[in-house]
């Protein structure tokens, strides 16, 4: 096997892990951690089918976002849901027999890819022409963009202008799931949007991306109104009433 | 009249380019050692303030599930930054949401999280220093934990709950605030806020049962203490004597009266507010809320009733049963507690009250969600009860009614500027300026529909409008309780016919 092949085979495997442990790690962090008090931001839901509505309405349209701002939701929303569709389509990447509807997805997933980018960049304008979120914007805030932004368009560089030899790409992918490394074609294009993939991956858990797990677990969207009717007391709560 | 510039009201209400270090100077009292060891905090800066600090964050994240998940959550979107009542007041970008936050999110990004322990510049990662301190202090006292902020953020990131953990983390090294921590000591030697003893409250009583006869010929009773009565009323001290909230304590004897139920006020318990949830102290609002439970236990009470108060209804409605619960020894058919909205609203659908809307014809009338309400709490069985029961009751007691602009009522008001600990002389300047949108709000519907008061149901509000009304040209008797209303409205059973009364009745 090739240097590049060694190297990004083992890029993969370490990205892989980090973030599922990562990610993983936060997740589990979230969940034990109580939220003593009931503190959802009223109207809240009095039901927890309620709450899974709510927060549905948040996590597919981003309905505070929504209220909020028209700009950020809309840059945001497109985003998002192109970055969704995108992620779908490379599910074929890492199936030996395609499914259906991510075959059906393919145009789509592949004109998404110029909604993720007019999102990004929308939202980067802001981020340098409104006095407020350049105010509070960190070196990490631009980068994150810079880096989304570098994913899109190296990947778009294959889909649309230079091709990569595709078949090779799935093998690598199917290979590593498997544990059996197998070569990774060497064209720059590729080469560099694995690069920034493998790195996404690893900041993910360290970095504001933890917004993704973070809102379902959002005391102030998920909690059930009902104070009056149950009664909520966290387990070091409940030690003070000893 | 102030050695600050109140604010304008903007022609379009646009948000303000921000400049920074605007309100850096305002920061309020520190508290004596006399005030801070009573609730179990340091009486000065520790030496090794830091460490304990850190120590107090690292444990605080632990307890908080809020706390952990907003700091790391935040993706500085910026949807928060214009909706801020002191932002938009004072325009400076610390008072931004989610530039208050990152006070603390930078400490804690640089002590407990991997990118802010190795790459700070980066992400923005700090040290705690003695300025970070004072920029905590100074901030997070300028944050009234009105909770807009938590509406309109995509993840629902309360800076309430950033301000709670600060205040409370800055409590733990023993830099707490005087106001706030004065204030739970008199609960806890006297019985409420204003440090009135038993005595107080029961002269005082008397002479509102007087007035009232004598304006109504009718004899309202005012009980304090008062063993096997089925209501325990809890509200705030400031209804005892402060104008205009004493008309609302006034009104809810009315509609006890004229409901035929018995009730009660108790020296022990004499105080709905709880400001253990300012300082962001679980322990301290616990041991505020159990005077509640012990004074129903000790009166043998069937129901639990708090007047009106803003943030005090957020821990009754959200927190007393967690706090002081379970209160399986209370009547089961009521909910524990109620609010006397709910109490009163519930005798307007019953037609049990004889409201005369036309005795509030001297006033138009508007209404001020109060912020602890509104994003905080619920009345009655469906959410937004706390919007509608309110008007509800306006509407039942009053002719004039208008609401102000969509976007500054409901879940979307802006607080007062006086809420969260901040209703202290030493703010101020803040007040005034945090009062801004609220304000323009009002002048709005003052000129388009000749509106000629603000009805509240939180003594905060009413005591904060009383007082900086006249820096906007309003006079300070424009800000009314609702219970005001009911009580000008409602002709109690063989009351005095109204020609007898009518020309004291002017505003
Ligand atoms: C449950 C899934 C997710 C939800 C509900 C969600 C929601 C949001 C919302 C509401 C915003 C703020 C508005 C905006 O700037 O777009 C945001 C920002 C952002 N999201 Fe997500 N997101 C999710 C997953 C992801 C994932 C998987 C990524 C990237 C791999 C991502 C990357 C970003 C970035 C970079 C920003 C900041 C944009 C900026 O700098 O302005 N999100 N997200
Ligand atoms: S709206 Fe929420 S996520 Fe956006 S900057 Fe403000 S606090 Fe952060
Ligand atoms: S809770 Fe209210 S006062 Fe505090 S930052 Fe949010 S909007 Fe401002």
Same mark, same amino acid.
């Given at each position: 096997?090739?240097?590049?092949? *060694?190297?990004?085979?083992?890029?993969?495997?370490?990205?892989?892990?980090?973030?599922?442990?990562?990610?993983?790690?936060?997740?589990?962090?979230?969940?034990?951690? &109580?939220?003593? !008090?009931? *503190?959802?931001?009223? &109207?809240?839901?009095?039901?927890?089918?309620?709450?899974?509505?709510?927060?549905?309405?948040?996590?597919?349209?981003?309905?505070?976002?929504?209220?909020s701002n028209k700009w950020i939701w809309i840059f945001g929303w497109i985003f998002h849901f192109s970055l969704l569709l995108v992620l779908l389509r490379h599910i074929r990447y890492f199936q030996d027999q395609v499914w259906l509807w991510v075959t059906l997805i393919q145009p789509f997933g592949k004109y998404a890819a110029f909604g993720m980018i007019i999102g990004l960049l929308g939202l980067w304008a802001r981020r340098i022409l409104v006095d407020r979120v350049r105010y509070i914007s960190a070196p990490s805030d631009h980068l994150m963009l810079a880096l989304l932004i570098g994913i899109g368009l190296s990947g778009m560089m294959m889909t649309f202008v230079s091709h990569t030899?595709?078949?090779?790409?799935?093998?690598?992918?199917?290979?590593?799931?498997?544990?059996? &490394?197998?070569? !990774?074609?060497?064209?720059?294009?590729?080469?560099?949007?694995?690069?920034?993939?493998?790195? !996404?991956?690893?900041?993910? &858990? *360290?970095?504001?991306?933890?917004?993704?797990?973070?809102?379902?677990?959002?005391?102030?969207?998920?909690?059930?109104?009902?104070?009056?009717?149950?009664?909520?007391?966290?387990?070091?709560?409940?030690?003070?009433?000893? | 009249?102030?050695?600050?510039?109140?604010?304008?009201?903007?022609?379009?209400?646009?948000?303000?380019?921000?400049?920074?270090?605007?309100?850096?100077?305002?920061?309020?009292?520190?508290?004596?050692?006399?005030?801070?060891?009573?609730?179990?905090?340091?009486?000065?800066?520790? =030496?090794?303030?830091?460490?304990?600090?850190?120590?107090?964050?690292?444990?605080?994240?632990?307890?908080?599930?809020?706390?952990?998940?907003?700091?790391?959550?935040?993706?500085?979107?910026?949807?928060?930054?214009?909706?801020?009542?002191?932002?938009? +007041?004072?325009?400076?970008?610390?008072?931004?949401?989610?530039?208050?936050?990152?006070?603390?999110?930078?400490?804690?990004?640089?002590?407990?999280?991997?990118?802010?322990?190795?790459?700070?510049?980066?992400?923005?990662?700090? =040290?705690?220093?003695?300025?970070?301190?004072?920029?905590?202090?100074?901030?997070?006292?300028?944050?009234?934990?009105?909770?807009?902020?938590?509406?309109?953020?995509?993840?629902? $990131?309360?800076?309430?709950?950033?301000?709670?953990?600060?205040?409370?983390?800055?409590?733990?090294?023993?830099?707490?605030?005087?106001?706030?921590?004065? $204030?739970?000591?008199?609960?806890?030697?006297?019985?409420?806020?204003?440090?009135?003893?038993?005595?107080?409250?029961?002269?005082?009583?008397?002479?509102?049962?007087?007035?009232?006869?004598?304006?109504?010929?009718?004899?309202?009773?005012?009980?304090?203490?008062?063993?096997?009565?089925?209501?325990?009323?809890?509200?705030?001290?400031?209804?005892?004597?402060?104008?205009?909230?004493?008309?609302?304590?006034?009104?809810? +004897?009315?509609?006890?009266?004229?409901?035929?139920?018995?009730?009660?006020?108790?020296?022990?318990?004499?105080?709905?507010?709880?400001?253990?949830?300012?300082?962001?102290?679980?322990?301290?609002?616990?041991?505020?809320?159990?005077? $509640?439970?012990?004074?129903?236990?000790?009166?043998?009470v069937k129901r639990i009733i708090f007047g009106e108060c803003g943030h005090a209804w957020r821990v009754a409605y959200s927190f007393l049963n967690t706090l002081a619960g379970p209160f399986d020894f209370l009547d089961p058919n009521y909910p524990v507690p109620q609010h006397i909205c709910e109490f009163t609203h519930d005798l307007i659908k019953q037609g049990k009250l004889n409201l005369d809307k036309s005795r509030n014809d001297d006033m138009t009338l508007t209404y001020h969600d109060s912020c602890n309400v509104a994003r905080a709490s619920r009345m009655g069985d469906t959410p937004g009860g706390q919007f509608t029961i309110p008007r509800d009751i306006i509407k039942a007691s009053?002719?004039?009614?208008?609401?102000?602009?969509? =976007?500054?009522?409901?879940?979307?008001?802006?607080?007062?500027?006086?809420?969260?600990?901040?209703?202290?002389?030493?703010?101020?300047?803040?007040?005034?300026?945090?009062?801004?949108?609220?304000?323009?709000?009002?002048?709005?519907?003052?000129?388009?529909?000749?509106?000629?008061?603000?009805?509240?149901?939180?003594?905060?509000?009413?005591?904060?409008?009383?007082?900086?009304?006249?820096?906007?040209?309003?006079?300070?008797?424009?800000?009314?309780?609702?219970?005001?209303?009911?009580?000008?409205?409602? $002709?109690?059973?063989?009351?005095?016919?109204?020609? =007898?009364?009518?020309?004291?009745?002017?505003?």
């Amino acid at each position: 096997m090739s240097f590049v092949s *060694i190297a990004y085979t083992a890029l993969f495997y370490a990205a892989a892990i980090v973030f599922l442990v990562g990610v993983g790690a936060r997740i589990y962090r979230y969940a034990k951690t &109580p939220a003593p !008090l009931k *503190i959802p931001t009223t &109207p809240a839901p009095t039901t927890t089918g309620g709450v899974v509505l709510r927060m549905f309405r948040e996590v597919v349209f981003f309905q505070s976002l929504f209220r909020s701002n028209k700009w950020i939701w809309i840059f945001g929303w497109i985003f998002h849901f192109s970055l969704l569709l995108v992620l779908l389509r490379h599910i074929r990447y890492f199936q030996d027999q395609v499914w259906l509807w991510v075959t059906l997805i393919q145009p789509f997933g592949k004109y998404a890819a110029f909604g993720m980018i007019i999102g990004l960049l929308g939202l980067w304008a802001r981020r340098i022409l409104v006095d407020r979120v350049r105010y509070i914007s960190a070196p990490s805030d631009h980068l994150m963009l810079a880096l989304l932004i570098g994913i899109g368009l190296s990947g778009m560089m294959m889909t649309f202008v230079s091709h990569t030899d595709i078949v090779s790409v799935k093998a690598f992918f199917l290979g590593m799931m498997r544990f059996s &490394p197998q070569e !990774l074609p060497t064209d720059p294009a590729l080469l560099i949007h694995l690069f920034l993939v493998a790195l !996404l991956l690893i900041v993910f &858990p *360290i970095s504001k991306l933890l917004h993704a797990p973070g809102v379902f677990f959002s005391p102030t969207r998920n909690q059930v109104d009902n104070p009056r009717e149950k009664r909520h007391l966290a387990p070091w709560a409940a030690e003070l009433e000893k | 009249m102030a050695d600050f510039d109140v604010p304008k009201f903007r022609e379009i209400p646009i948000i303000p380019k921000l400049q920074e270090g605007t309100m850096e100077h305002s920061k309020p009292y520190v508290a004596k050692a006399d005030f801070q060891q009573p609730l179990g905090y340091p009486g000065e800066l520790l =030496d090794n303030w830091k460490e304990v600090a850190i120590d107090k964050m690292g444990e605080l994240l632990g307890k908080y599930r809020s706390f952990q998940v907003f700091l790391d959550a935040c993706v500085k979107c910026g949807a928060c930054t214009d909706k801020c009542h002191y932002y938009l +007041g004072t325009t400076d970008p610390k008072n931004m949401p989610v530039g208050r936050q990152d006070l603390l999110r930078k400490v804690y990004r640089r002590y407990f999280t991997f990118a802010g322990k190795y790459f700070p510049k980066l992400v923005g990662a700090q =040290d705690l220093t003695e300025e970070v301190l004072d920029d905590w202090y100074s901030y997070f006292h300028q944050c009234s934990q009105c909770r807009r902020c938590s509406v309109f953020c995509p993840y629902g $990131i309360d800076t309430a709950e950033i301000s709670m953990a600060a205040r409370e983390i800055m409590d733990a090294v023993g830099k707490g605030q005087k106001y706030c921590n004065e $204030i739970i000591g008199k609960v806890f030697k006297v019985g409420n806020n204003l440090g009135l003893p038993q005595p107080a409250l029961e002269d005082t009583l008397e002479g509102i049962e007087e007035d009232v006869e004598e304006e109504t010929g009718v004899k309202v009773r005012y009980p304090l203490d008062e063993k096997g009565a089925e209501v325990l009323l809890v509200t705030p001290s400031a209804d005892f004597f402060a104008e205009p909230h004493v008309d609302g304590l006034i009104g809810y +004897g009315k509609v006890f009266h004229e409901a035929g139920i018995s009730w009660t006020l108790s020296s022990h318990a004499s105080e709905a507010a709880n400001f253990g949830m300012f300082i962001g102290s679980y322990e301290n609002m616990k041991r505020v809320s159990m005077r $509640i439970r012990e004074a129903a236990l000790d009166l043998g009470v069937k129901r639990i009733i708090f007047g009106e108060c803003g943030h005090a209804w957020r821990v009754a409605y959200s927190f007393l049963n967690t706090l002081a619960g379970p209160f399986d020894f209370l009547d089961p058919n009521y909910p524990v507690p109620q609010h006397i909205c709910e109490f009163t609203h519930d005798l307007i659908k019953q037609g049990k009250l004889n409201l005369d809307k036309s005795r509030n014809d001297d006033m138009t009338l508007t209404y001020h969600d109060s912020c602890n309400v509104a994003r905080a709490s619920r009345m009655g069985d469906t959410p937004g009860g706390q919007f509608t029961i309110p008007r509800d009751i306006i509407k039942a007691s009053c002719n004039n009614f208008y609401d102000m602009s969509a =976007d500054t009522v409901y879940d979307s008001t802006y607080c007062c500027g006086g809420g969260g600990g901040l209703l202290t002389d030493d703010l101020m300047e803040l007040r005034v300026k945090g009062a801004l949108p609220r304000m323009e709000a009002l002048k709005k519907v003052v000129d388009e529909h000749g509106v000629t008061h603000m009805a509240a149901i939180c003594a905060i509000c009413k005591s904060q409008f009383a007082k900086v009304m006249p820096y906007y040209g309003f006079t300070l008797d424009q800000i009314v309780s609702v219970h005001q209303l009911v009580s000008n409205a409602l $002709i109690l059973t063989g009351q005095k016919s109204d020609d =007898d009364e009518d020309e004291g009745d002017e505003d």
